[in-house]
T-cell receptor, first 115, second 113 residues
Framework: GAVVSQHPSRVICKSGTSVKIECRSLDFQATTMFWYRQFPKQSLMLMATSNEGSKATYEQGVEKDKFLINHASLTLSTLTVTSAHPEDSSFYIC???????????FGQGTRLTVV | AQSVTQLGSHVSVSEGALVLLRCNYSSSVPPYLFWYVQYPNQGLQLLLKYTSAATLVKGINGFEAEFKKSETSFHLTKPSAHMSDAAEYFCAVSEEIASKIIFGSGTRLSIRP
């Protein structure tokens, strides 16, 4: 199957700072990628759909100015958590698929801790 | 809108016993259905998927699931539980291939020795 890579796998940042998470499709081109968030002992919630060359589509309740998504190329989408607060601490995971696949492929996830 | 409901946030079975994790879906179009497993502090691993082919789907690690349209269900089963099966299991639905996926609330599976 296709490979999706996330970086970093873990990050600790101070309150008020911004942190960027990268999601790369290593062996295929992805016009669309998806970002999810998982709080401890909870399910994965879709945050936004990242569209190459255009604005991301955010799910209801997700602040687009706080969670900046950039999908500048067919193999890279980035999620930037701006002015991070401790309540943003979570597991962030991306997925991508290509035409013809019967599933989307997930990255390994990024554990964000805001202190 | 599509959704999945997982009945039982926690299921505990004895080692060697049958595993049954329940999932019901709601979708306005023929759905694509998935079961994922997540071990502590790790990402997701796809167990199996239904993509409108055979209704009985076999996955990895001895798991299988049956798509029942009349019951809008996609329950996950395994004949004999192993200790290594202890994990969080998520049922998920998508209305398009390789598109956004909506996850259920998850079921934590515990295995008793």
């Amino acid at each position: 199957g296709a490979v999706v890579s996330q970086h970093p796998s873990r990050v600790i940042c101070k309150s008020g700072t911004s942190v960027k998470i990268e999601c790369r499709s290593l062996d295929f081109q992805a016009t669309t990628m998806f970002w999810y968030r998982q709080f401890p002992k909870q399910s994965l919630m879709l945050m936004a759909t990242s569209n190459e060359g255009s604005k991301a589509t955010y799910e209801q309740g997700v602040e687009k100015d706080k969670f900046l998504i950039n999908h500048a190329s067919l193999t890279l989408s980035t999620l930037t958590v701006t002015s991070a607060h401790p309540e943003d601490s979570s597991f962030y995971i991306c997925s991508a698929g290509q035409q013809g696949d019967t599933e989307a492929f997930f990255g390994q996830g990024t554990r964000l801790t805001v202190v | 809108a599509q959704s999945v409901t997982q009945l039982g946030s926690h299921v505990s079975v004895s080692e060697g016993a049958l595993v049954l994790l329940r999932c019901n879906y709601s979708s306005s179009v023929p759905p694509y259905l998935f079961w994922y497993v997540q071990y502590p502090n790790q990402g997701l691993q796809l167990l199996l998927k239904y993509t409108s082919a055979a209704t009985l789907v076999k996955g990895i690690n001895g798991f299988e699931a049956e798509f029942k349209k009349s019951e809008t269900s996609f329950h996950l089963t395994k004949p004999s539980a192993h200790m290594s099966d202890a994990a969080e299991y998520f049922c998920a639905v998508s209305e398009e291939i390789a598109s956004k996926i909506i996850f259920g609330s998850g079921t934590r599976l515990s295995i008793r020795p």
